[in-house]
């Protein structure tokens, strides 16, 4: 589990951003040797992220030489052009880079720079007006 860093989930915790990176990384190392998972980095701003690839780099870990490395708390901001300075950070220092929520502008914006992405937002269509014309799945 990763601990998101946007500032209401900040204010929701009473914790801070570096604490949240500390809880995140803390997680991957206990959570790794039980299955295939994926550090996550955290923060809100370029020297967030980078603080936390400091982080898990002081706990052996180097996000360079994992297959893919997610980035949290960018999925409501994909639009601003501070997550494609992120990206364009993470990219630079070598980390293949997953992005949580990054829908087709995030994709079109900076969709070069990244391993792979995810959404639900294409399904939000399909998940609320059942069925889709054309459609055969039966639920």
């Not at 992220?49 to 400091?54: A, D, L, P, Q």
């Not at 829908?103 to 969709?111: A, I, L, T």
Request: positive net charge; aromatic residues 8%.
């Amino acid at each position: 589990m990763d601990w998101m860093c946007e500032p209401h989930m900040i204010e929701q915790t009473g914790l801070n951003v570096r604490e949240h990176q500390d809880r995140t990384v803390a997680n991957f190392l206990e959570l790794r040797g039980r299955g295939p998972f994926i550090p996550v980095l955290q923060g809100w701003t370029v020297s967030d992220y980078e603080r936390c690839v400091e982080l898990y780099e002081s706990a052996g870990v180097d996000p360079r030489v994992e297959p893919v490395v997610g980035v949290g708390s960018v999925c409501r901001r994909q639009r601003t052009s501070e997550i494609a300075l992120i990206m364009n950070a993470l990219h630079a220092a070598g980390i293949r880079t997953h992005g949580f929520g990054v829908k087709k502008e995030g994709v079109s914006r900076y969709g070069r720079l990244l391993t792979s992405a995810d959404s639900m937002a294409w399904s939000y269509a399909a998940r609320r007006h059942w069925p889709l014309p054309g459609c055969s799945h039966q639920r």
